[in-house]
Nanobody, 115 residues
Framework: QVQLVESGGGLVQTGGSLTLSCQAS????????MAWYRQAPGNQREMVAQ???????DYAETVQGRFTISRDRIKNTVTLQMNSLKPEDTAMYYCYAQKKGRPHWGQGTQVTVSS
């Protein structure tokens, strides 16, 4: 059974940093698209950062230059380093992986940025 488990969320002040981690199990995602999405109350879920199987990175404009996505193919993990956090970054953050066209989601980890 495929599982994606996020960790690293929490409460941080404006300008602070957090590192989110996602541990995948049940399947090898080393050659798959992996991404981070977020959803704030009342908003649609949106892509924050994604890393393609070839290593290409893609970021939402709102986080470009502040967030960095990376993966460890051996450990089957994907990490999101978030710097210079803003109150508008407050949301539930979800790990996403796609393998053979099938989407997989984690349960989410809450990030709250206080002003």
């Amino acid at each position: 059974q495929v599982q994606l488990v996020e960790s690293g969320g929490g409460l941080v002040q404006t300008g602070g940093s957090l590192t989110l981690s996602c541990q995948a199990s049940g399947s090898d995602f080393s050659d798959s698209l992996m991404a981070w999405y977020r959803q704030a109350p009342g908003n649609q879920r949106e892509m924050v950062a994604q890393i393609f199987k070839g290593g290409t990175l893609d970021y939402a404009e709102t986080v470009q230059g502040r967030f960095t996505i990376s993966r460890d193919r051996i450990k089957n993990t994907v990490t999101l380093q978030m710097n210079s956090l803003k109150p508008e970054d407050t949301a539930m953050y979800y790990c996403y992986a796609q393998k053979k066209g099938r989407p997989h989601w984690g349960q989410g980890t809450q990030v709250t940025v206080s002003s």
